[in-house]
T-cell receptor, first 113, second 112 residues
Framework: AQSVTQLDSQVPVFEEAPVELRCNYS??????LFWYVQYPNQGLQLLLK??????LVKGINGFEAEFNKSQTSFHLRKPSVHISDTAEYFC???????????FGEGTQLTVNP | EPEVTQTPSHQVTQMGQEVILRCVPISNHLYFYWYRQILGQKVEFLVSFYNNEISEKSEIFDDQFSVERPDGSNFTLKIRSTKLEDSAMYFCASKGAHDTQYFGPGTRLTVL
């Protein structure tokens, strides 16, 4: 079975600062990795995904993430955040042959002016 | 851009009552899912559905739960006899190409 750990439950930053949201996973088989964002009172929106190929993946809204197999990590980064990036961010993993997504606990990103 | 839609957005019910949560997946998708998120907790997988049958279910998905695709567009989750602990946000998702699940906006279920 797979599991996901998001190391920070809350990350406060100032506008235009860089941010990194950390995600580590555990699995005995090959996995796909995802980041989803949840704005207040809304559903889950896909930010980016790693399925194969280049370990650096770019997503919407200027976010990117790097898959590190040796460290079993998939950290999310953005070089300069905006107030509108305030939301909850979820890292998720799926076995390549499975169907279920397993989510982390979520990281609340709060961007302050 | 196609979206997954869910109705109702909020459902309030009495303990012991049956509820049906409805979802319209993206039209050319073939795999469908239900997840739930209890307030303050992580999103949890409930069930996946393909070719008119359940392909995987979690330990949460007991005999009180059932899923159905009654026609070509809807995908439903039924809870037969709701309990207080069923109060949660329920998300429907569907999958097309590239192994990516797209989520609906959710139905907030409140059991009193």
């Amino acid at each position: 079975a797979q599991s996901v750990t998001q190391l920070d439950s809350q990350v406060p930053v100032f506008e235009e600062a860089p941010v990194e949201l950390r995600c580590n996973y555990s699995s005995s088989v090959s996995v796909y990795l995802f980041w989803y964002v949840q704005y207040p009172n809304q559903g889950l929106q896909l930010l980016l995904k790693y399925l194969s190929g280049s370990t650096l993946v770019k997503g919407i809204n200027g976010f990117e993430a790097e898959f590190n197999k040796s460290q079993t990590s998939f950290h999310l980064r953005k070089p300069s955040v905006h107030i509108s990036d305030t939301a909850e961010y979820f890292c998720a993993v799926k076995e390549t042959s499975g169907s279920r997504l397993t989510f982390g606990e979520g990281t609340q990103l709060t961007v302050n002016p | 851009e196609p979206e997954v839609t869910q109705t109702p957005s909020h459902q309030v019910t009495q303990m012991g009552q049956e509820v049906i949560l409805r979802c319209v997946p993206i039209s050319n998708h073939l795999y469908f899912y239900w997840y739930r998120q209890i307030l303050g907790q992580k999103v949890e997988f409930l069930v996946s559905f393909y070719n008119n049958e359940i392909s995987e279910k979690s330990e949460i998905f007991d005999d009180q739960f059932s899923v159905e695709r009654p026609d070509g567009s809807n995908f439903t989750l039924k809870i037969r006899s709701t309990k207080l602990e069923d109060s949660a946000m329920y998300f429907c998702a569907s999958k097309g190409a590239h192994d990516t699940q797209y989520f609906g906006p959710g139905t907030r279920l409140t059991v009193l």
